[in-house]
């Protein structure tokens, strides 16, 4: 008797740390029982390591930039023609969330992540030539074999359209099969749930939470590191 009230009392307290946390983001009673049921479909089918969401490539073979899939292209960023255009698609918020290390709490400058030799970068261009964003692998590890994945859509007329979702499954591929990267992760606000559910449909898993890591507008933020492994 004794064991199943403990039971009780510590199963009670995980729900009201739960119900604490979710309460900051204020949802809607529907968010609730999606929450509510894809915590039930998780014990009911515990997945394992093994288990985990594969690498949502689109290519098993070396691949070399520029890179064309369906109606996108990826190629080599070219400092002295698509500088400028980086400059512009960071001067508001969103985009300057590509020059922001959570991490570190810093905020680089285009010329600081240009310049880092351990920085790799790949422009976004629709099928007629239209640049549209950007994706990089920073802080390159070719002896550990892994790197930090960002991406940014800097063109309002391509965002919401799936294509930011393409690039990255073709980004990831050259990452993994060309420079043989093992591990690529990526930081986000706990917050940021549309970022996590997008990582997380593209093989992305969670890593690990820096808690009250820094403060954003007087508020403490969490930080999530999610990473894609290959095995």
């Given at each position: ?42 014990a009911i ?107 940014l859509i ?71 590191r999610m ?5």
């Amino acid at each position: 008797m004794t064991n199943d009230i403990e039971e009780m009392l510590f199963n009670d307290t995980i729900l009201q740390h739960i119900v604490q946390e979710l309460k900051q983001y204020k949802l809607s009673p529907k968010d609730y029982i999606n929450i509510a049921n894809q915590l039930l479909d998780v014990a009911i089918n515990k997945p394992s390591q093994d288990q985990m969401t594969p690498p949502a490539v689109i290519s098993d073979k070396i691949i070399k930039l520029p890179i064309q899939f369906e109606d996108i292209v990826i190629r080599e960023f070219d400092h002295k023609k698509d500088s400028a255009i980086l400059n512009e698609w960071t001067q508001n918020n969103y985009g300057k969330e590509f020059l922001f290390s959570r991490i570190d709490d810093k905020e680089n400058t285009v010329e600081d992540l240009l310049n880092d030799k351990l920085n790799l970068f790949g422009i976004i261009e629709s099928a007629d030539k239209i640049p549209m964003g950007i994706l990089g692998f920073l802080n390159f590890d070719k002896l550990n074999k892994k790197a930090e994945l960002r991406k940014l859509i800097g063109n309002n007329d391509f965002r919401g359209k799936g294509y930011g979702k393409k690039a990255t499954k073709v980004w990831i591929s050259y990452g993994i099969n060309t420079l043989k990267l093992r591990k690529i992760y990526i930081y986000t606000y706990d917050t940021n749930l549309r970022n996590i559910r997008i990582n997380r449909e593209v093989g992305f898993n969670l890593e690990g939470i820096f808690k009250a890591e820094n403060i954003s507008n007087g508020v403490l933020q969490d930080i999530i590191r999610m990473a894609l492994i290959v095995k």
